[in-house]
């Protein structure tokens, strides 16, 4: 059974950093892509980062990829995503997610097939 499991959020000023993890299990290395994925109050979800196991190839929505970065882990299984420059409106829930049968990453909700529990990241001003 393929499991998610994040970590890493929680309270920071603005202009700080976060470095999120997802630890995966029950996975095959180079058979998959994780994404990044957040969502804020009263806002949809919004894709934030993904990464290819098979080659590593990434990809950022938006101008996210000026402040965050995102990398793996394979001997561990776990993604990371390192956050800089936070600033409020990277206030949400940041919940990672898995192809678990194919290794081409996309920012869209749609074909992930497991989900973390999420975790908050909060930024005050």
């Known amino acids: 059974e393929v499991q998610l499991v994040e970590s890493g959020g929680g309270l920071v000023q603005a202009g700080g950093s976060l470095r999120l993890s997802c630890a995966a299990s029950?996975?095959?290395?180079?058979?998959?892509?994780i994404a990044w994925f957040r969502q804020a109050p009263g806002k949809e979800r919004e894709g934030v980062s993904c990464?290819?196991?098979?080659?590593?190839?990434?990809f950022y929505g938006g101008s996210l990829k000026d402040r965050f970065t995102i990398s793996s882990d394979n001997a561990k299984n776990t993604v990371y995503l390192r956050m800089n420059s936070l600033m409020p409106e990277d206030t949400a829930v940041y919940y990672c997610a898995v192809i678990s049968y194919g290794t081409a990453c996309h920012l869209l909700d749609v074909g992930y097939d497991y989900w973390g529990q999420g975790t908050q990241v909060t930024v005050a001003s």
């Open positions: 029950g996975l095959t290395f180079g058979s998959y892509a």
């Open positions: 990464i290819s196991s098979r080659d590593g190839s990434t």
